[in-house]
């Protein structure tokens, strides 16, 4: 990932092709080529190639892939995440956060250090199976799938760093990829074969899955449902886990940051139970997660196949090879940004913000494939920051930021703990 960023900021927004050998994909980081890639000749550039072969043996064909079943996927679900029908569903996210942050109260007591990326995963899990799968899978379920994910998430490193070798040649890690998916597979399989076919007017994602229809009017296949149901039940959970993860790293490195949100929490949460309303009163909040996604974005690499070739940037892009596209490289450019490597939420303040290039910052993706889960991981990432921090406060380990590792999603190359205080005590 260091090399990544290296080439990247020599390049300083020039296209460039990466020499790896066997594989030479080419590195895309001005905005003005992103925007082209993601948004003005998207279906140019598919979801495709060495770099999803991995992935596609667990998402298959739905949300995650491209084509007609991409788009069928996407009309089922774009009304369940609606701007309007997520703020409609925001109270109940808020009660189902405020019982997942009740279970801290147990290690607080006794002063024990929580495993982060697990206690981030049972708040999240327990939020989106209850608002957007209906209770249809229940928390024991819930958690059996989080590790298999983050297993899945790990386990794809030496694909992701040999892409070229076929899937026939074993790698480090496939043993552990095929485990995790048998995992997924013995939850999810009995759960579609369970309700599909059963209609309802509800707005979870198993009552829109079930009512979808293709163009000619046809069911879609249980596979289809399969597919589109575990790459929901992925991204509803990993990436809110992963970022609220790095959070907490930020907060214990950052001092000025960490007192200016919880003075801002503590003035407009209070002692009462946080709720929706009180969001539009925590700009700040909102600030640190923007800037939190700026500089670890969990989809931190978004690998495109080129479909025909055309020239971008001065430089011919040849049919059938890769380009990448990469968050974490763009974000941290100083041609696009005043001191990249600085954690500084005031950069997204309004007015610091508005001649900002609208792909300087993409950490949802763009265009046609941007994330359609955006409107809940913004909400649901500051209604934990605040039930969190209204009632507790982290106590200081001493340890630096723990840089990132490669993986499907970005993450800490350690393990994260962190201790808590009652506020009353802090």
């Given amino acids: 990932m260091r090399a990544l960023l290296d080439m990247g900021r020599e390049a300083d927004g020039k296209i460039i092709r990466m020499n790896l050998g066997p594989f030479r994909p080419y590195l895309v980081t001005h905005p003005d080529h992103l925007q082209h890639i993601l948004r003005g000749n998207s279906a140019n550039y598919t979801r495709d190639g060495v770099f999803w072969r991995p992935l596609r043996r667990l998402f298959g064909d739905g949300i995650m892939s491209d084509g007609p079943s991409w788009e069928l996927s996407r009309r089922t679900l774009q009304p369940v995440f609606t701007a309007k029908h997520v703020e409609s569903l925001a109270d109940l996210m808020a009660e189902a956060i405020v019982e997942g942050v009740d279970e801290l109260a147990g290690p607080v007591a006794s002063g024990r250090p929580i495993d982060v990326p697990a206690a981030m995963a049972r708040i999240v899990n327990r939020t989106v199976m209850r608002v957007f799968f209906g209770d249809k899978i229940d928390i024991a379920d819930a958690e059996r799938l989080a590790p298999a994910f983050d297993t899945v998430g790990t386990s794809v490193i030496f694909r992701y760093l040999l892409p070229s070798v076929p899937e026939s040649v074993p790698v480090p890690g496939d043993r552990a990829f095929r485990r995790a998916v048998r995992t997924i597979d013995e939850i999810v399989t009995p759960l579609v074969q369970r309700h599909r076919g059963r209609t309802s007017e509800g707005y979870d994602i198993f009552s829109v899955l079930c009512r979808a229809r293709d163009d000619t009017g046809a069911e879609p296949s249980p596979a289809w449902v399969r597919d589109n149901l575990v790459a929901m039940l992925a991204t509803a959970t990993e990436t809110t886990a992963g970022a609220l993860t790095w959070f907490w790293l930020i907060l214990e490195a950052h001092p000025d940051v960490a007192a200016r949100l919880v003075g801002e929490i503590t003035g407009v949460v209070g002692d009462e139970r946080v709720r929706h309303s009180h969001l539009k009163d925590l ?54 940004w005043d001191r990249p490597d600085e954690f500084d939420p005031d950069r997204f303040s309004r007015q610091r913000s508005q001649n900002r290039h609208r792909y300087a910052y993409f950490p949802f993706g763009g265009g046609p494939h941007q994330c359609i889960g955006m409107h809940v991981f913004m909400i649901e990432t500051r209604l934990v920051i605040a039930g969190i921090l209204s009632r507790y406060r982290p106590v200081s380990n001493g340890r630096a930021i723990a840089p990132p590792k490669m993986g499907a999603s970005l993450r800490p190359s350690r393990r994260v703990e962190l201790t808590l205080r009652p506020l009353s005590h802090a």
Wanted: no cysteine; aromatic share 12%; charged share 20%.
């Fill in 283 to 336: 700009p700040y909040t909102g600030q640190v997660v923007q800037e939190l996604l700026r500089l670890y974005p969990v989809g931190w690499l978004f690998p495109r196949m080129i479909v025909e070739r055309e020239a971008l940037g001065g430089v011919w892009l040849e049919r059938g090879e890769t380009v990448i596209v990469s968050p974490y490289v763009t974000h941290r450019l100083e041609s696009f």
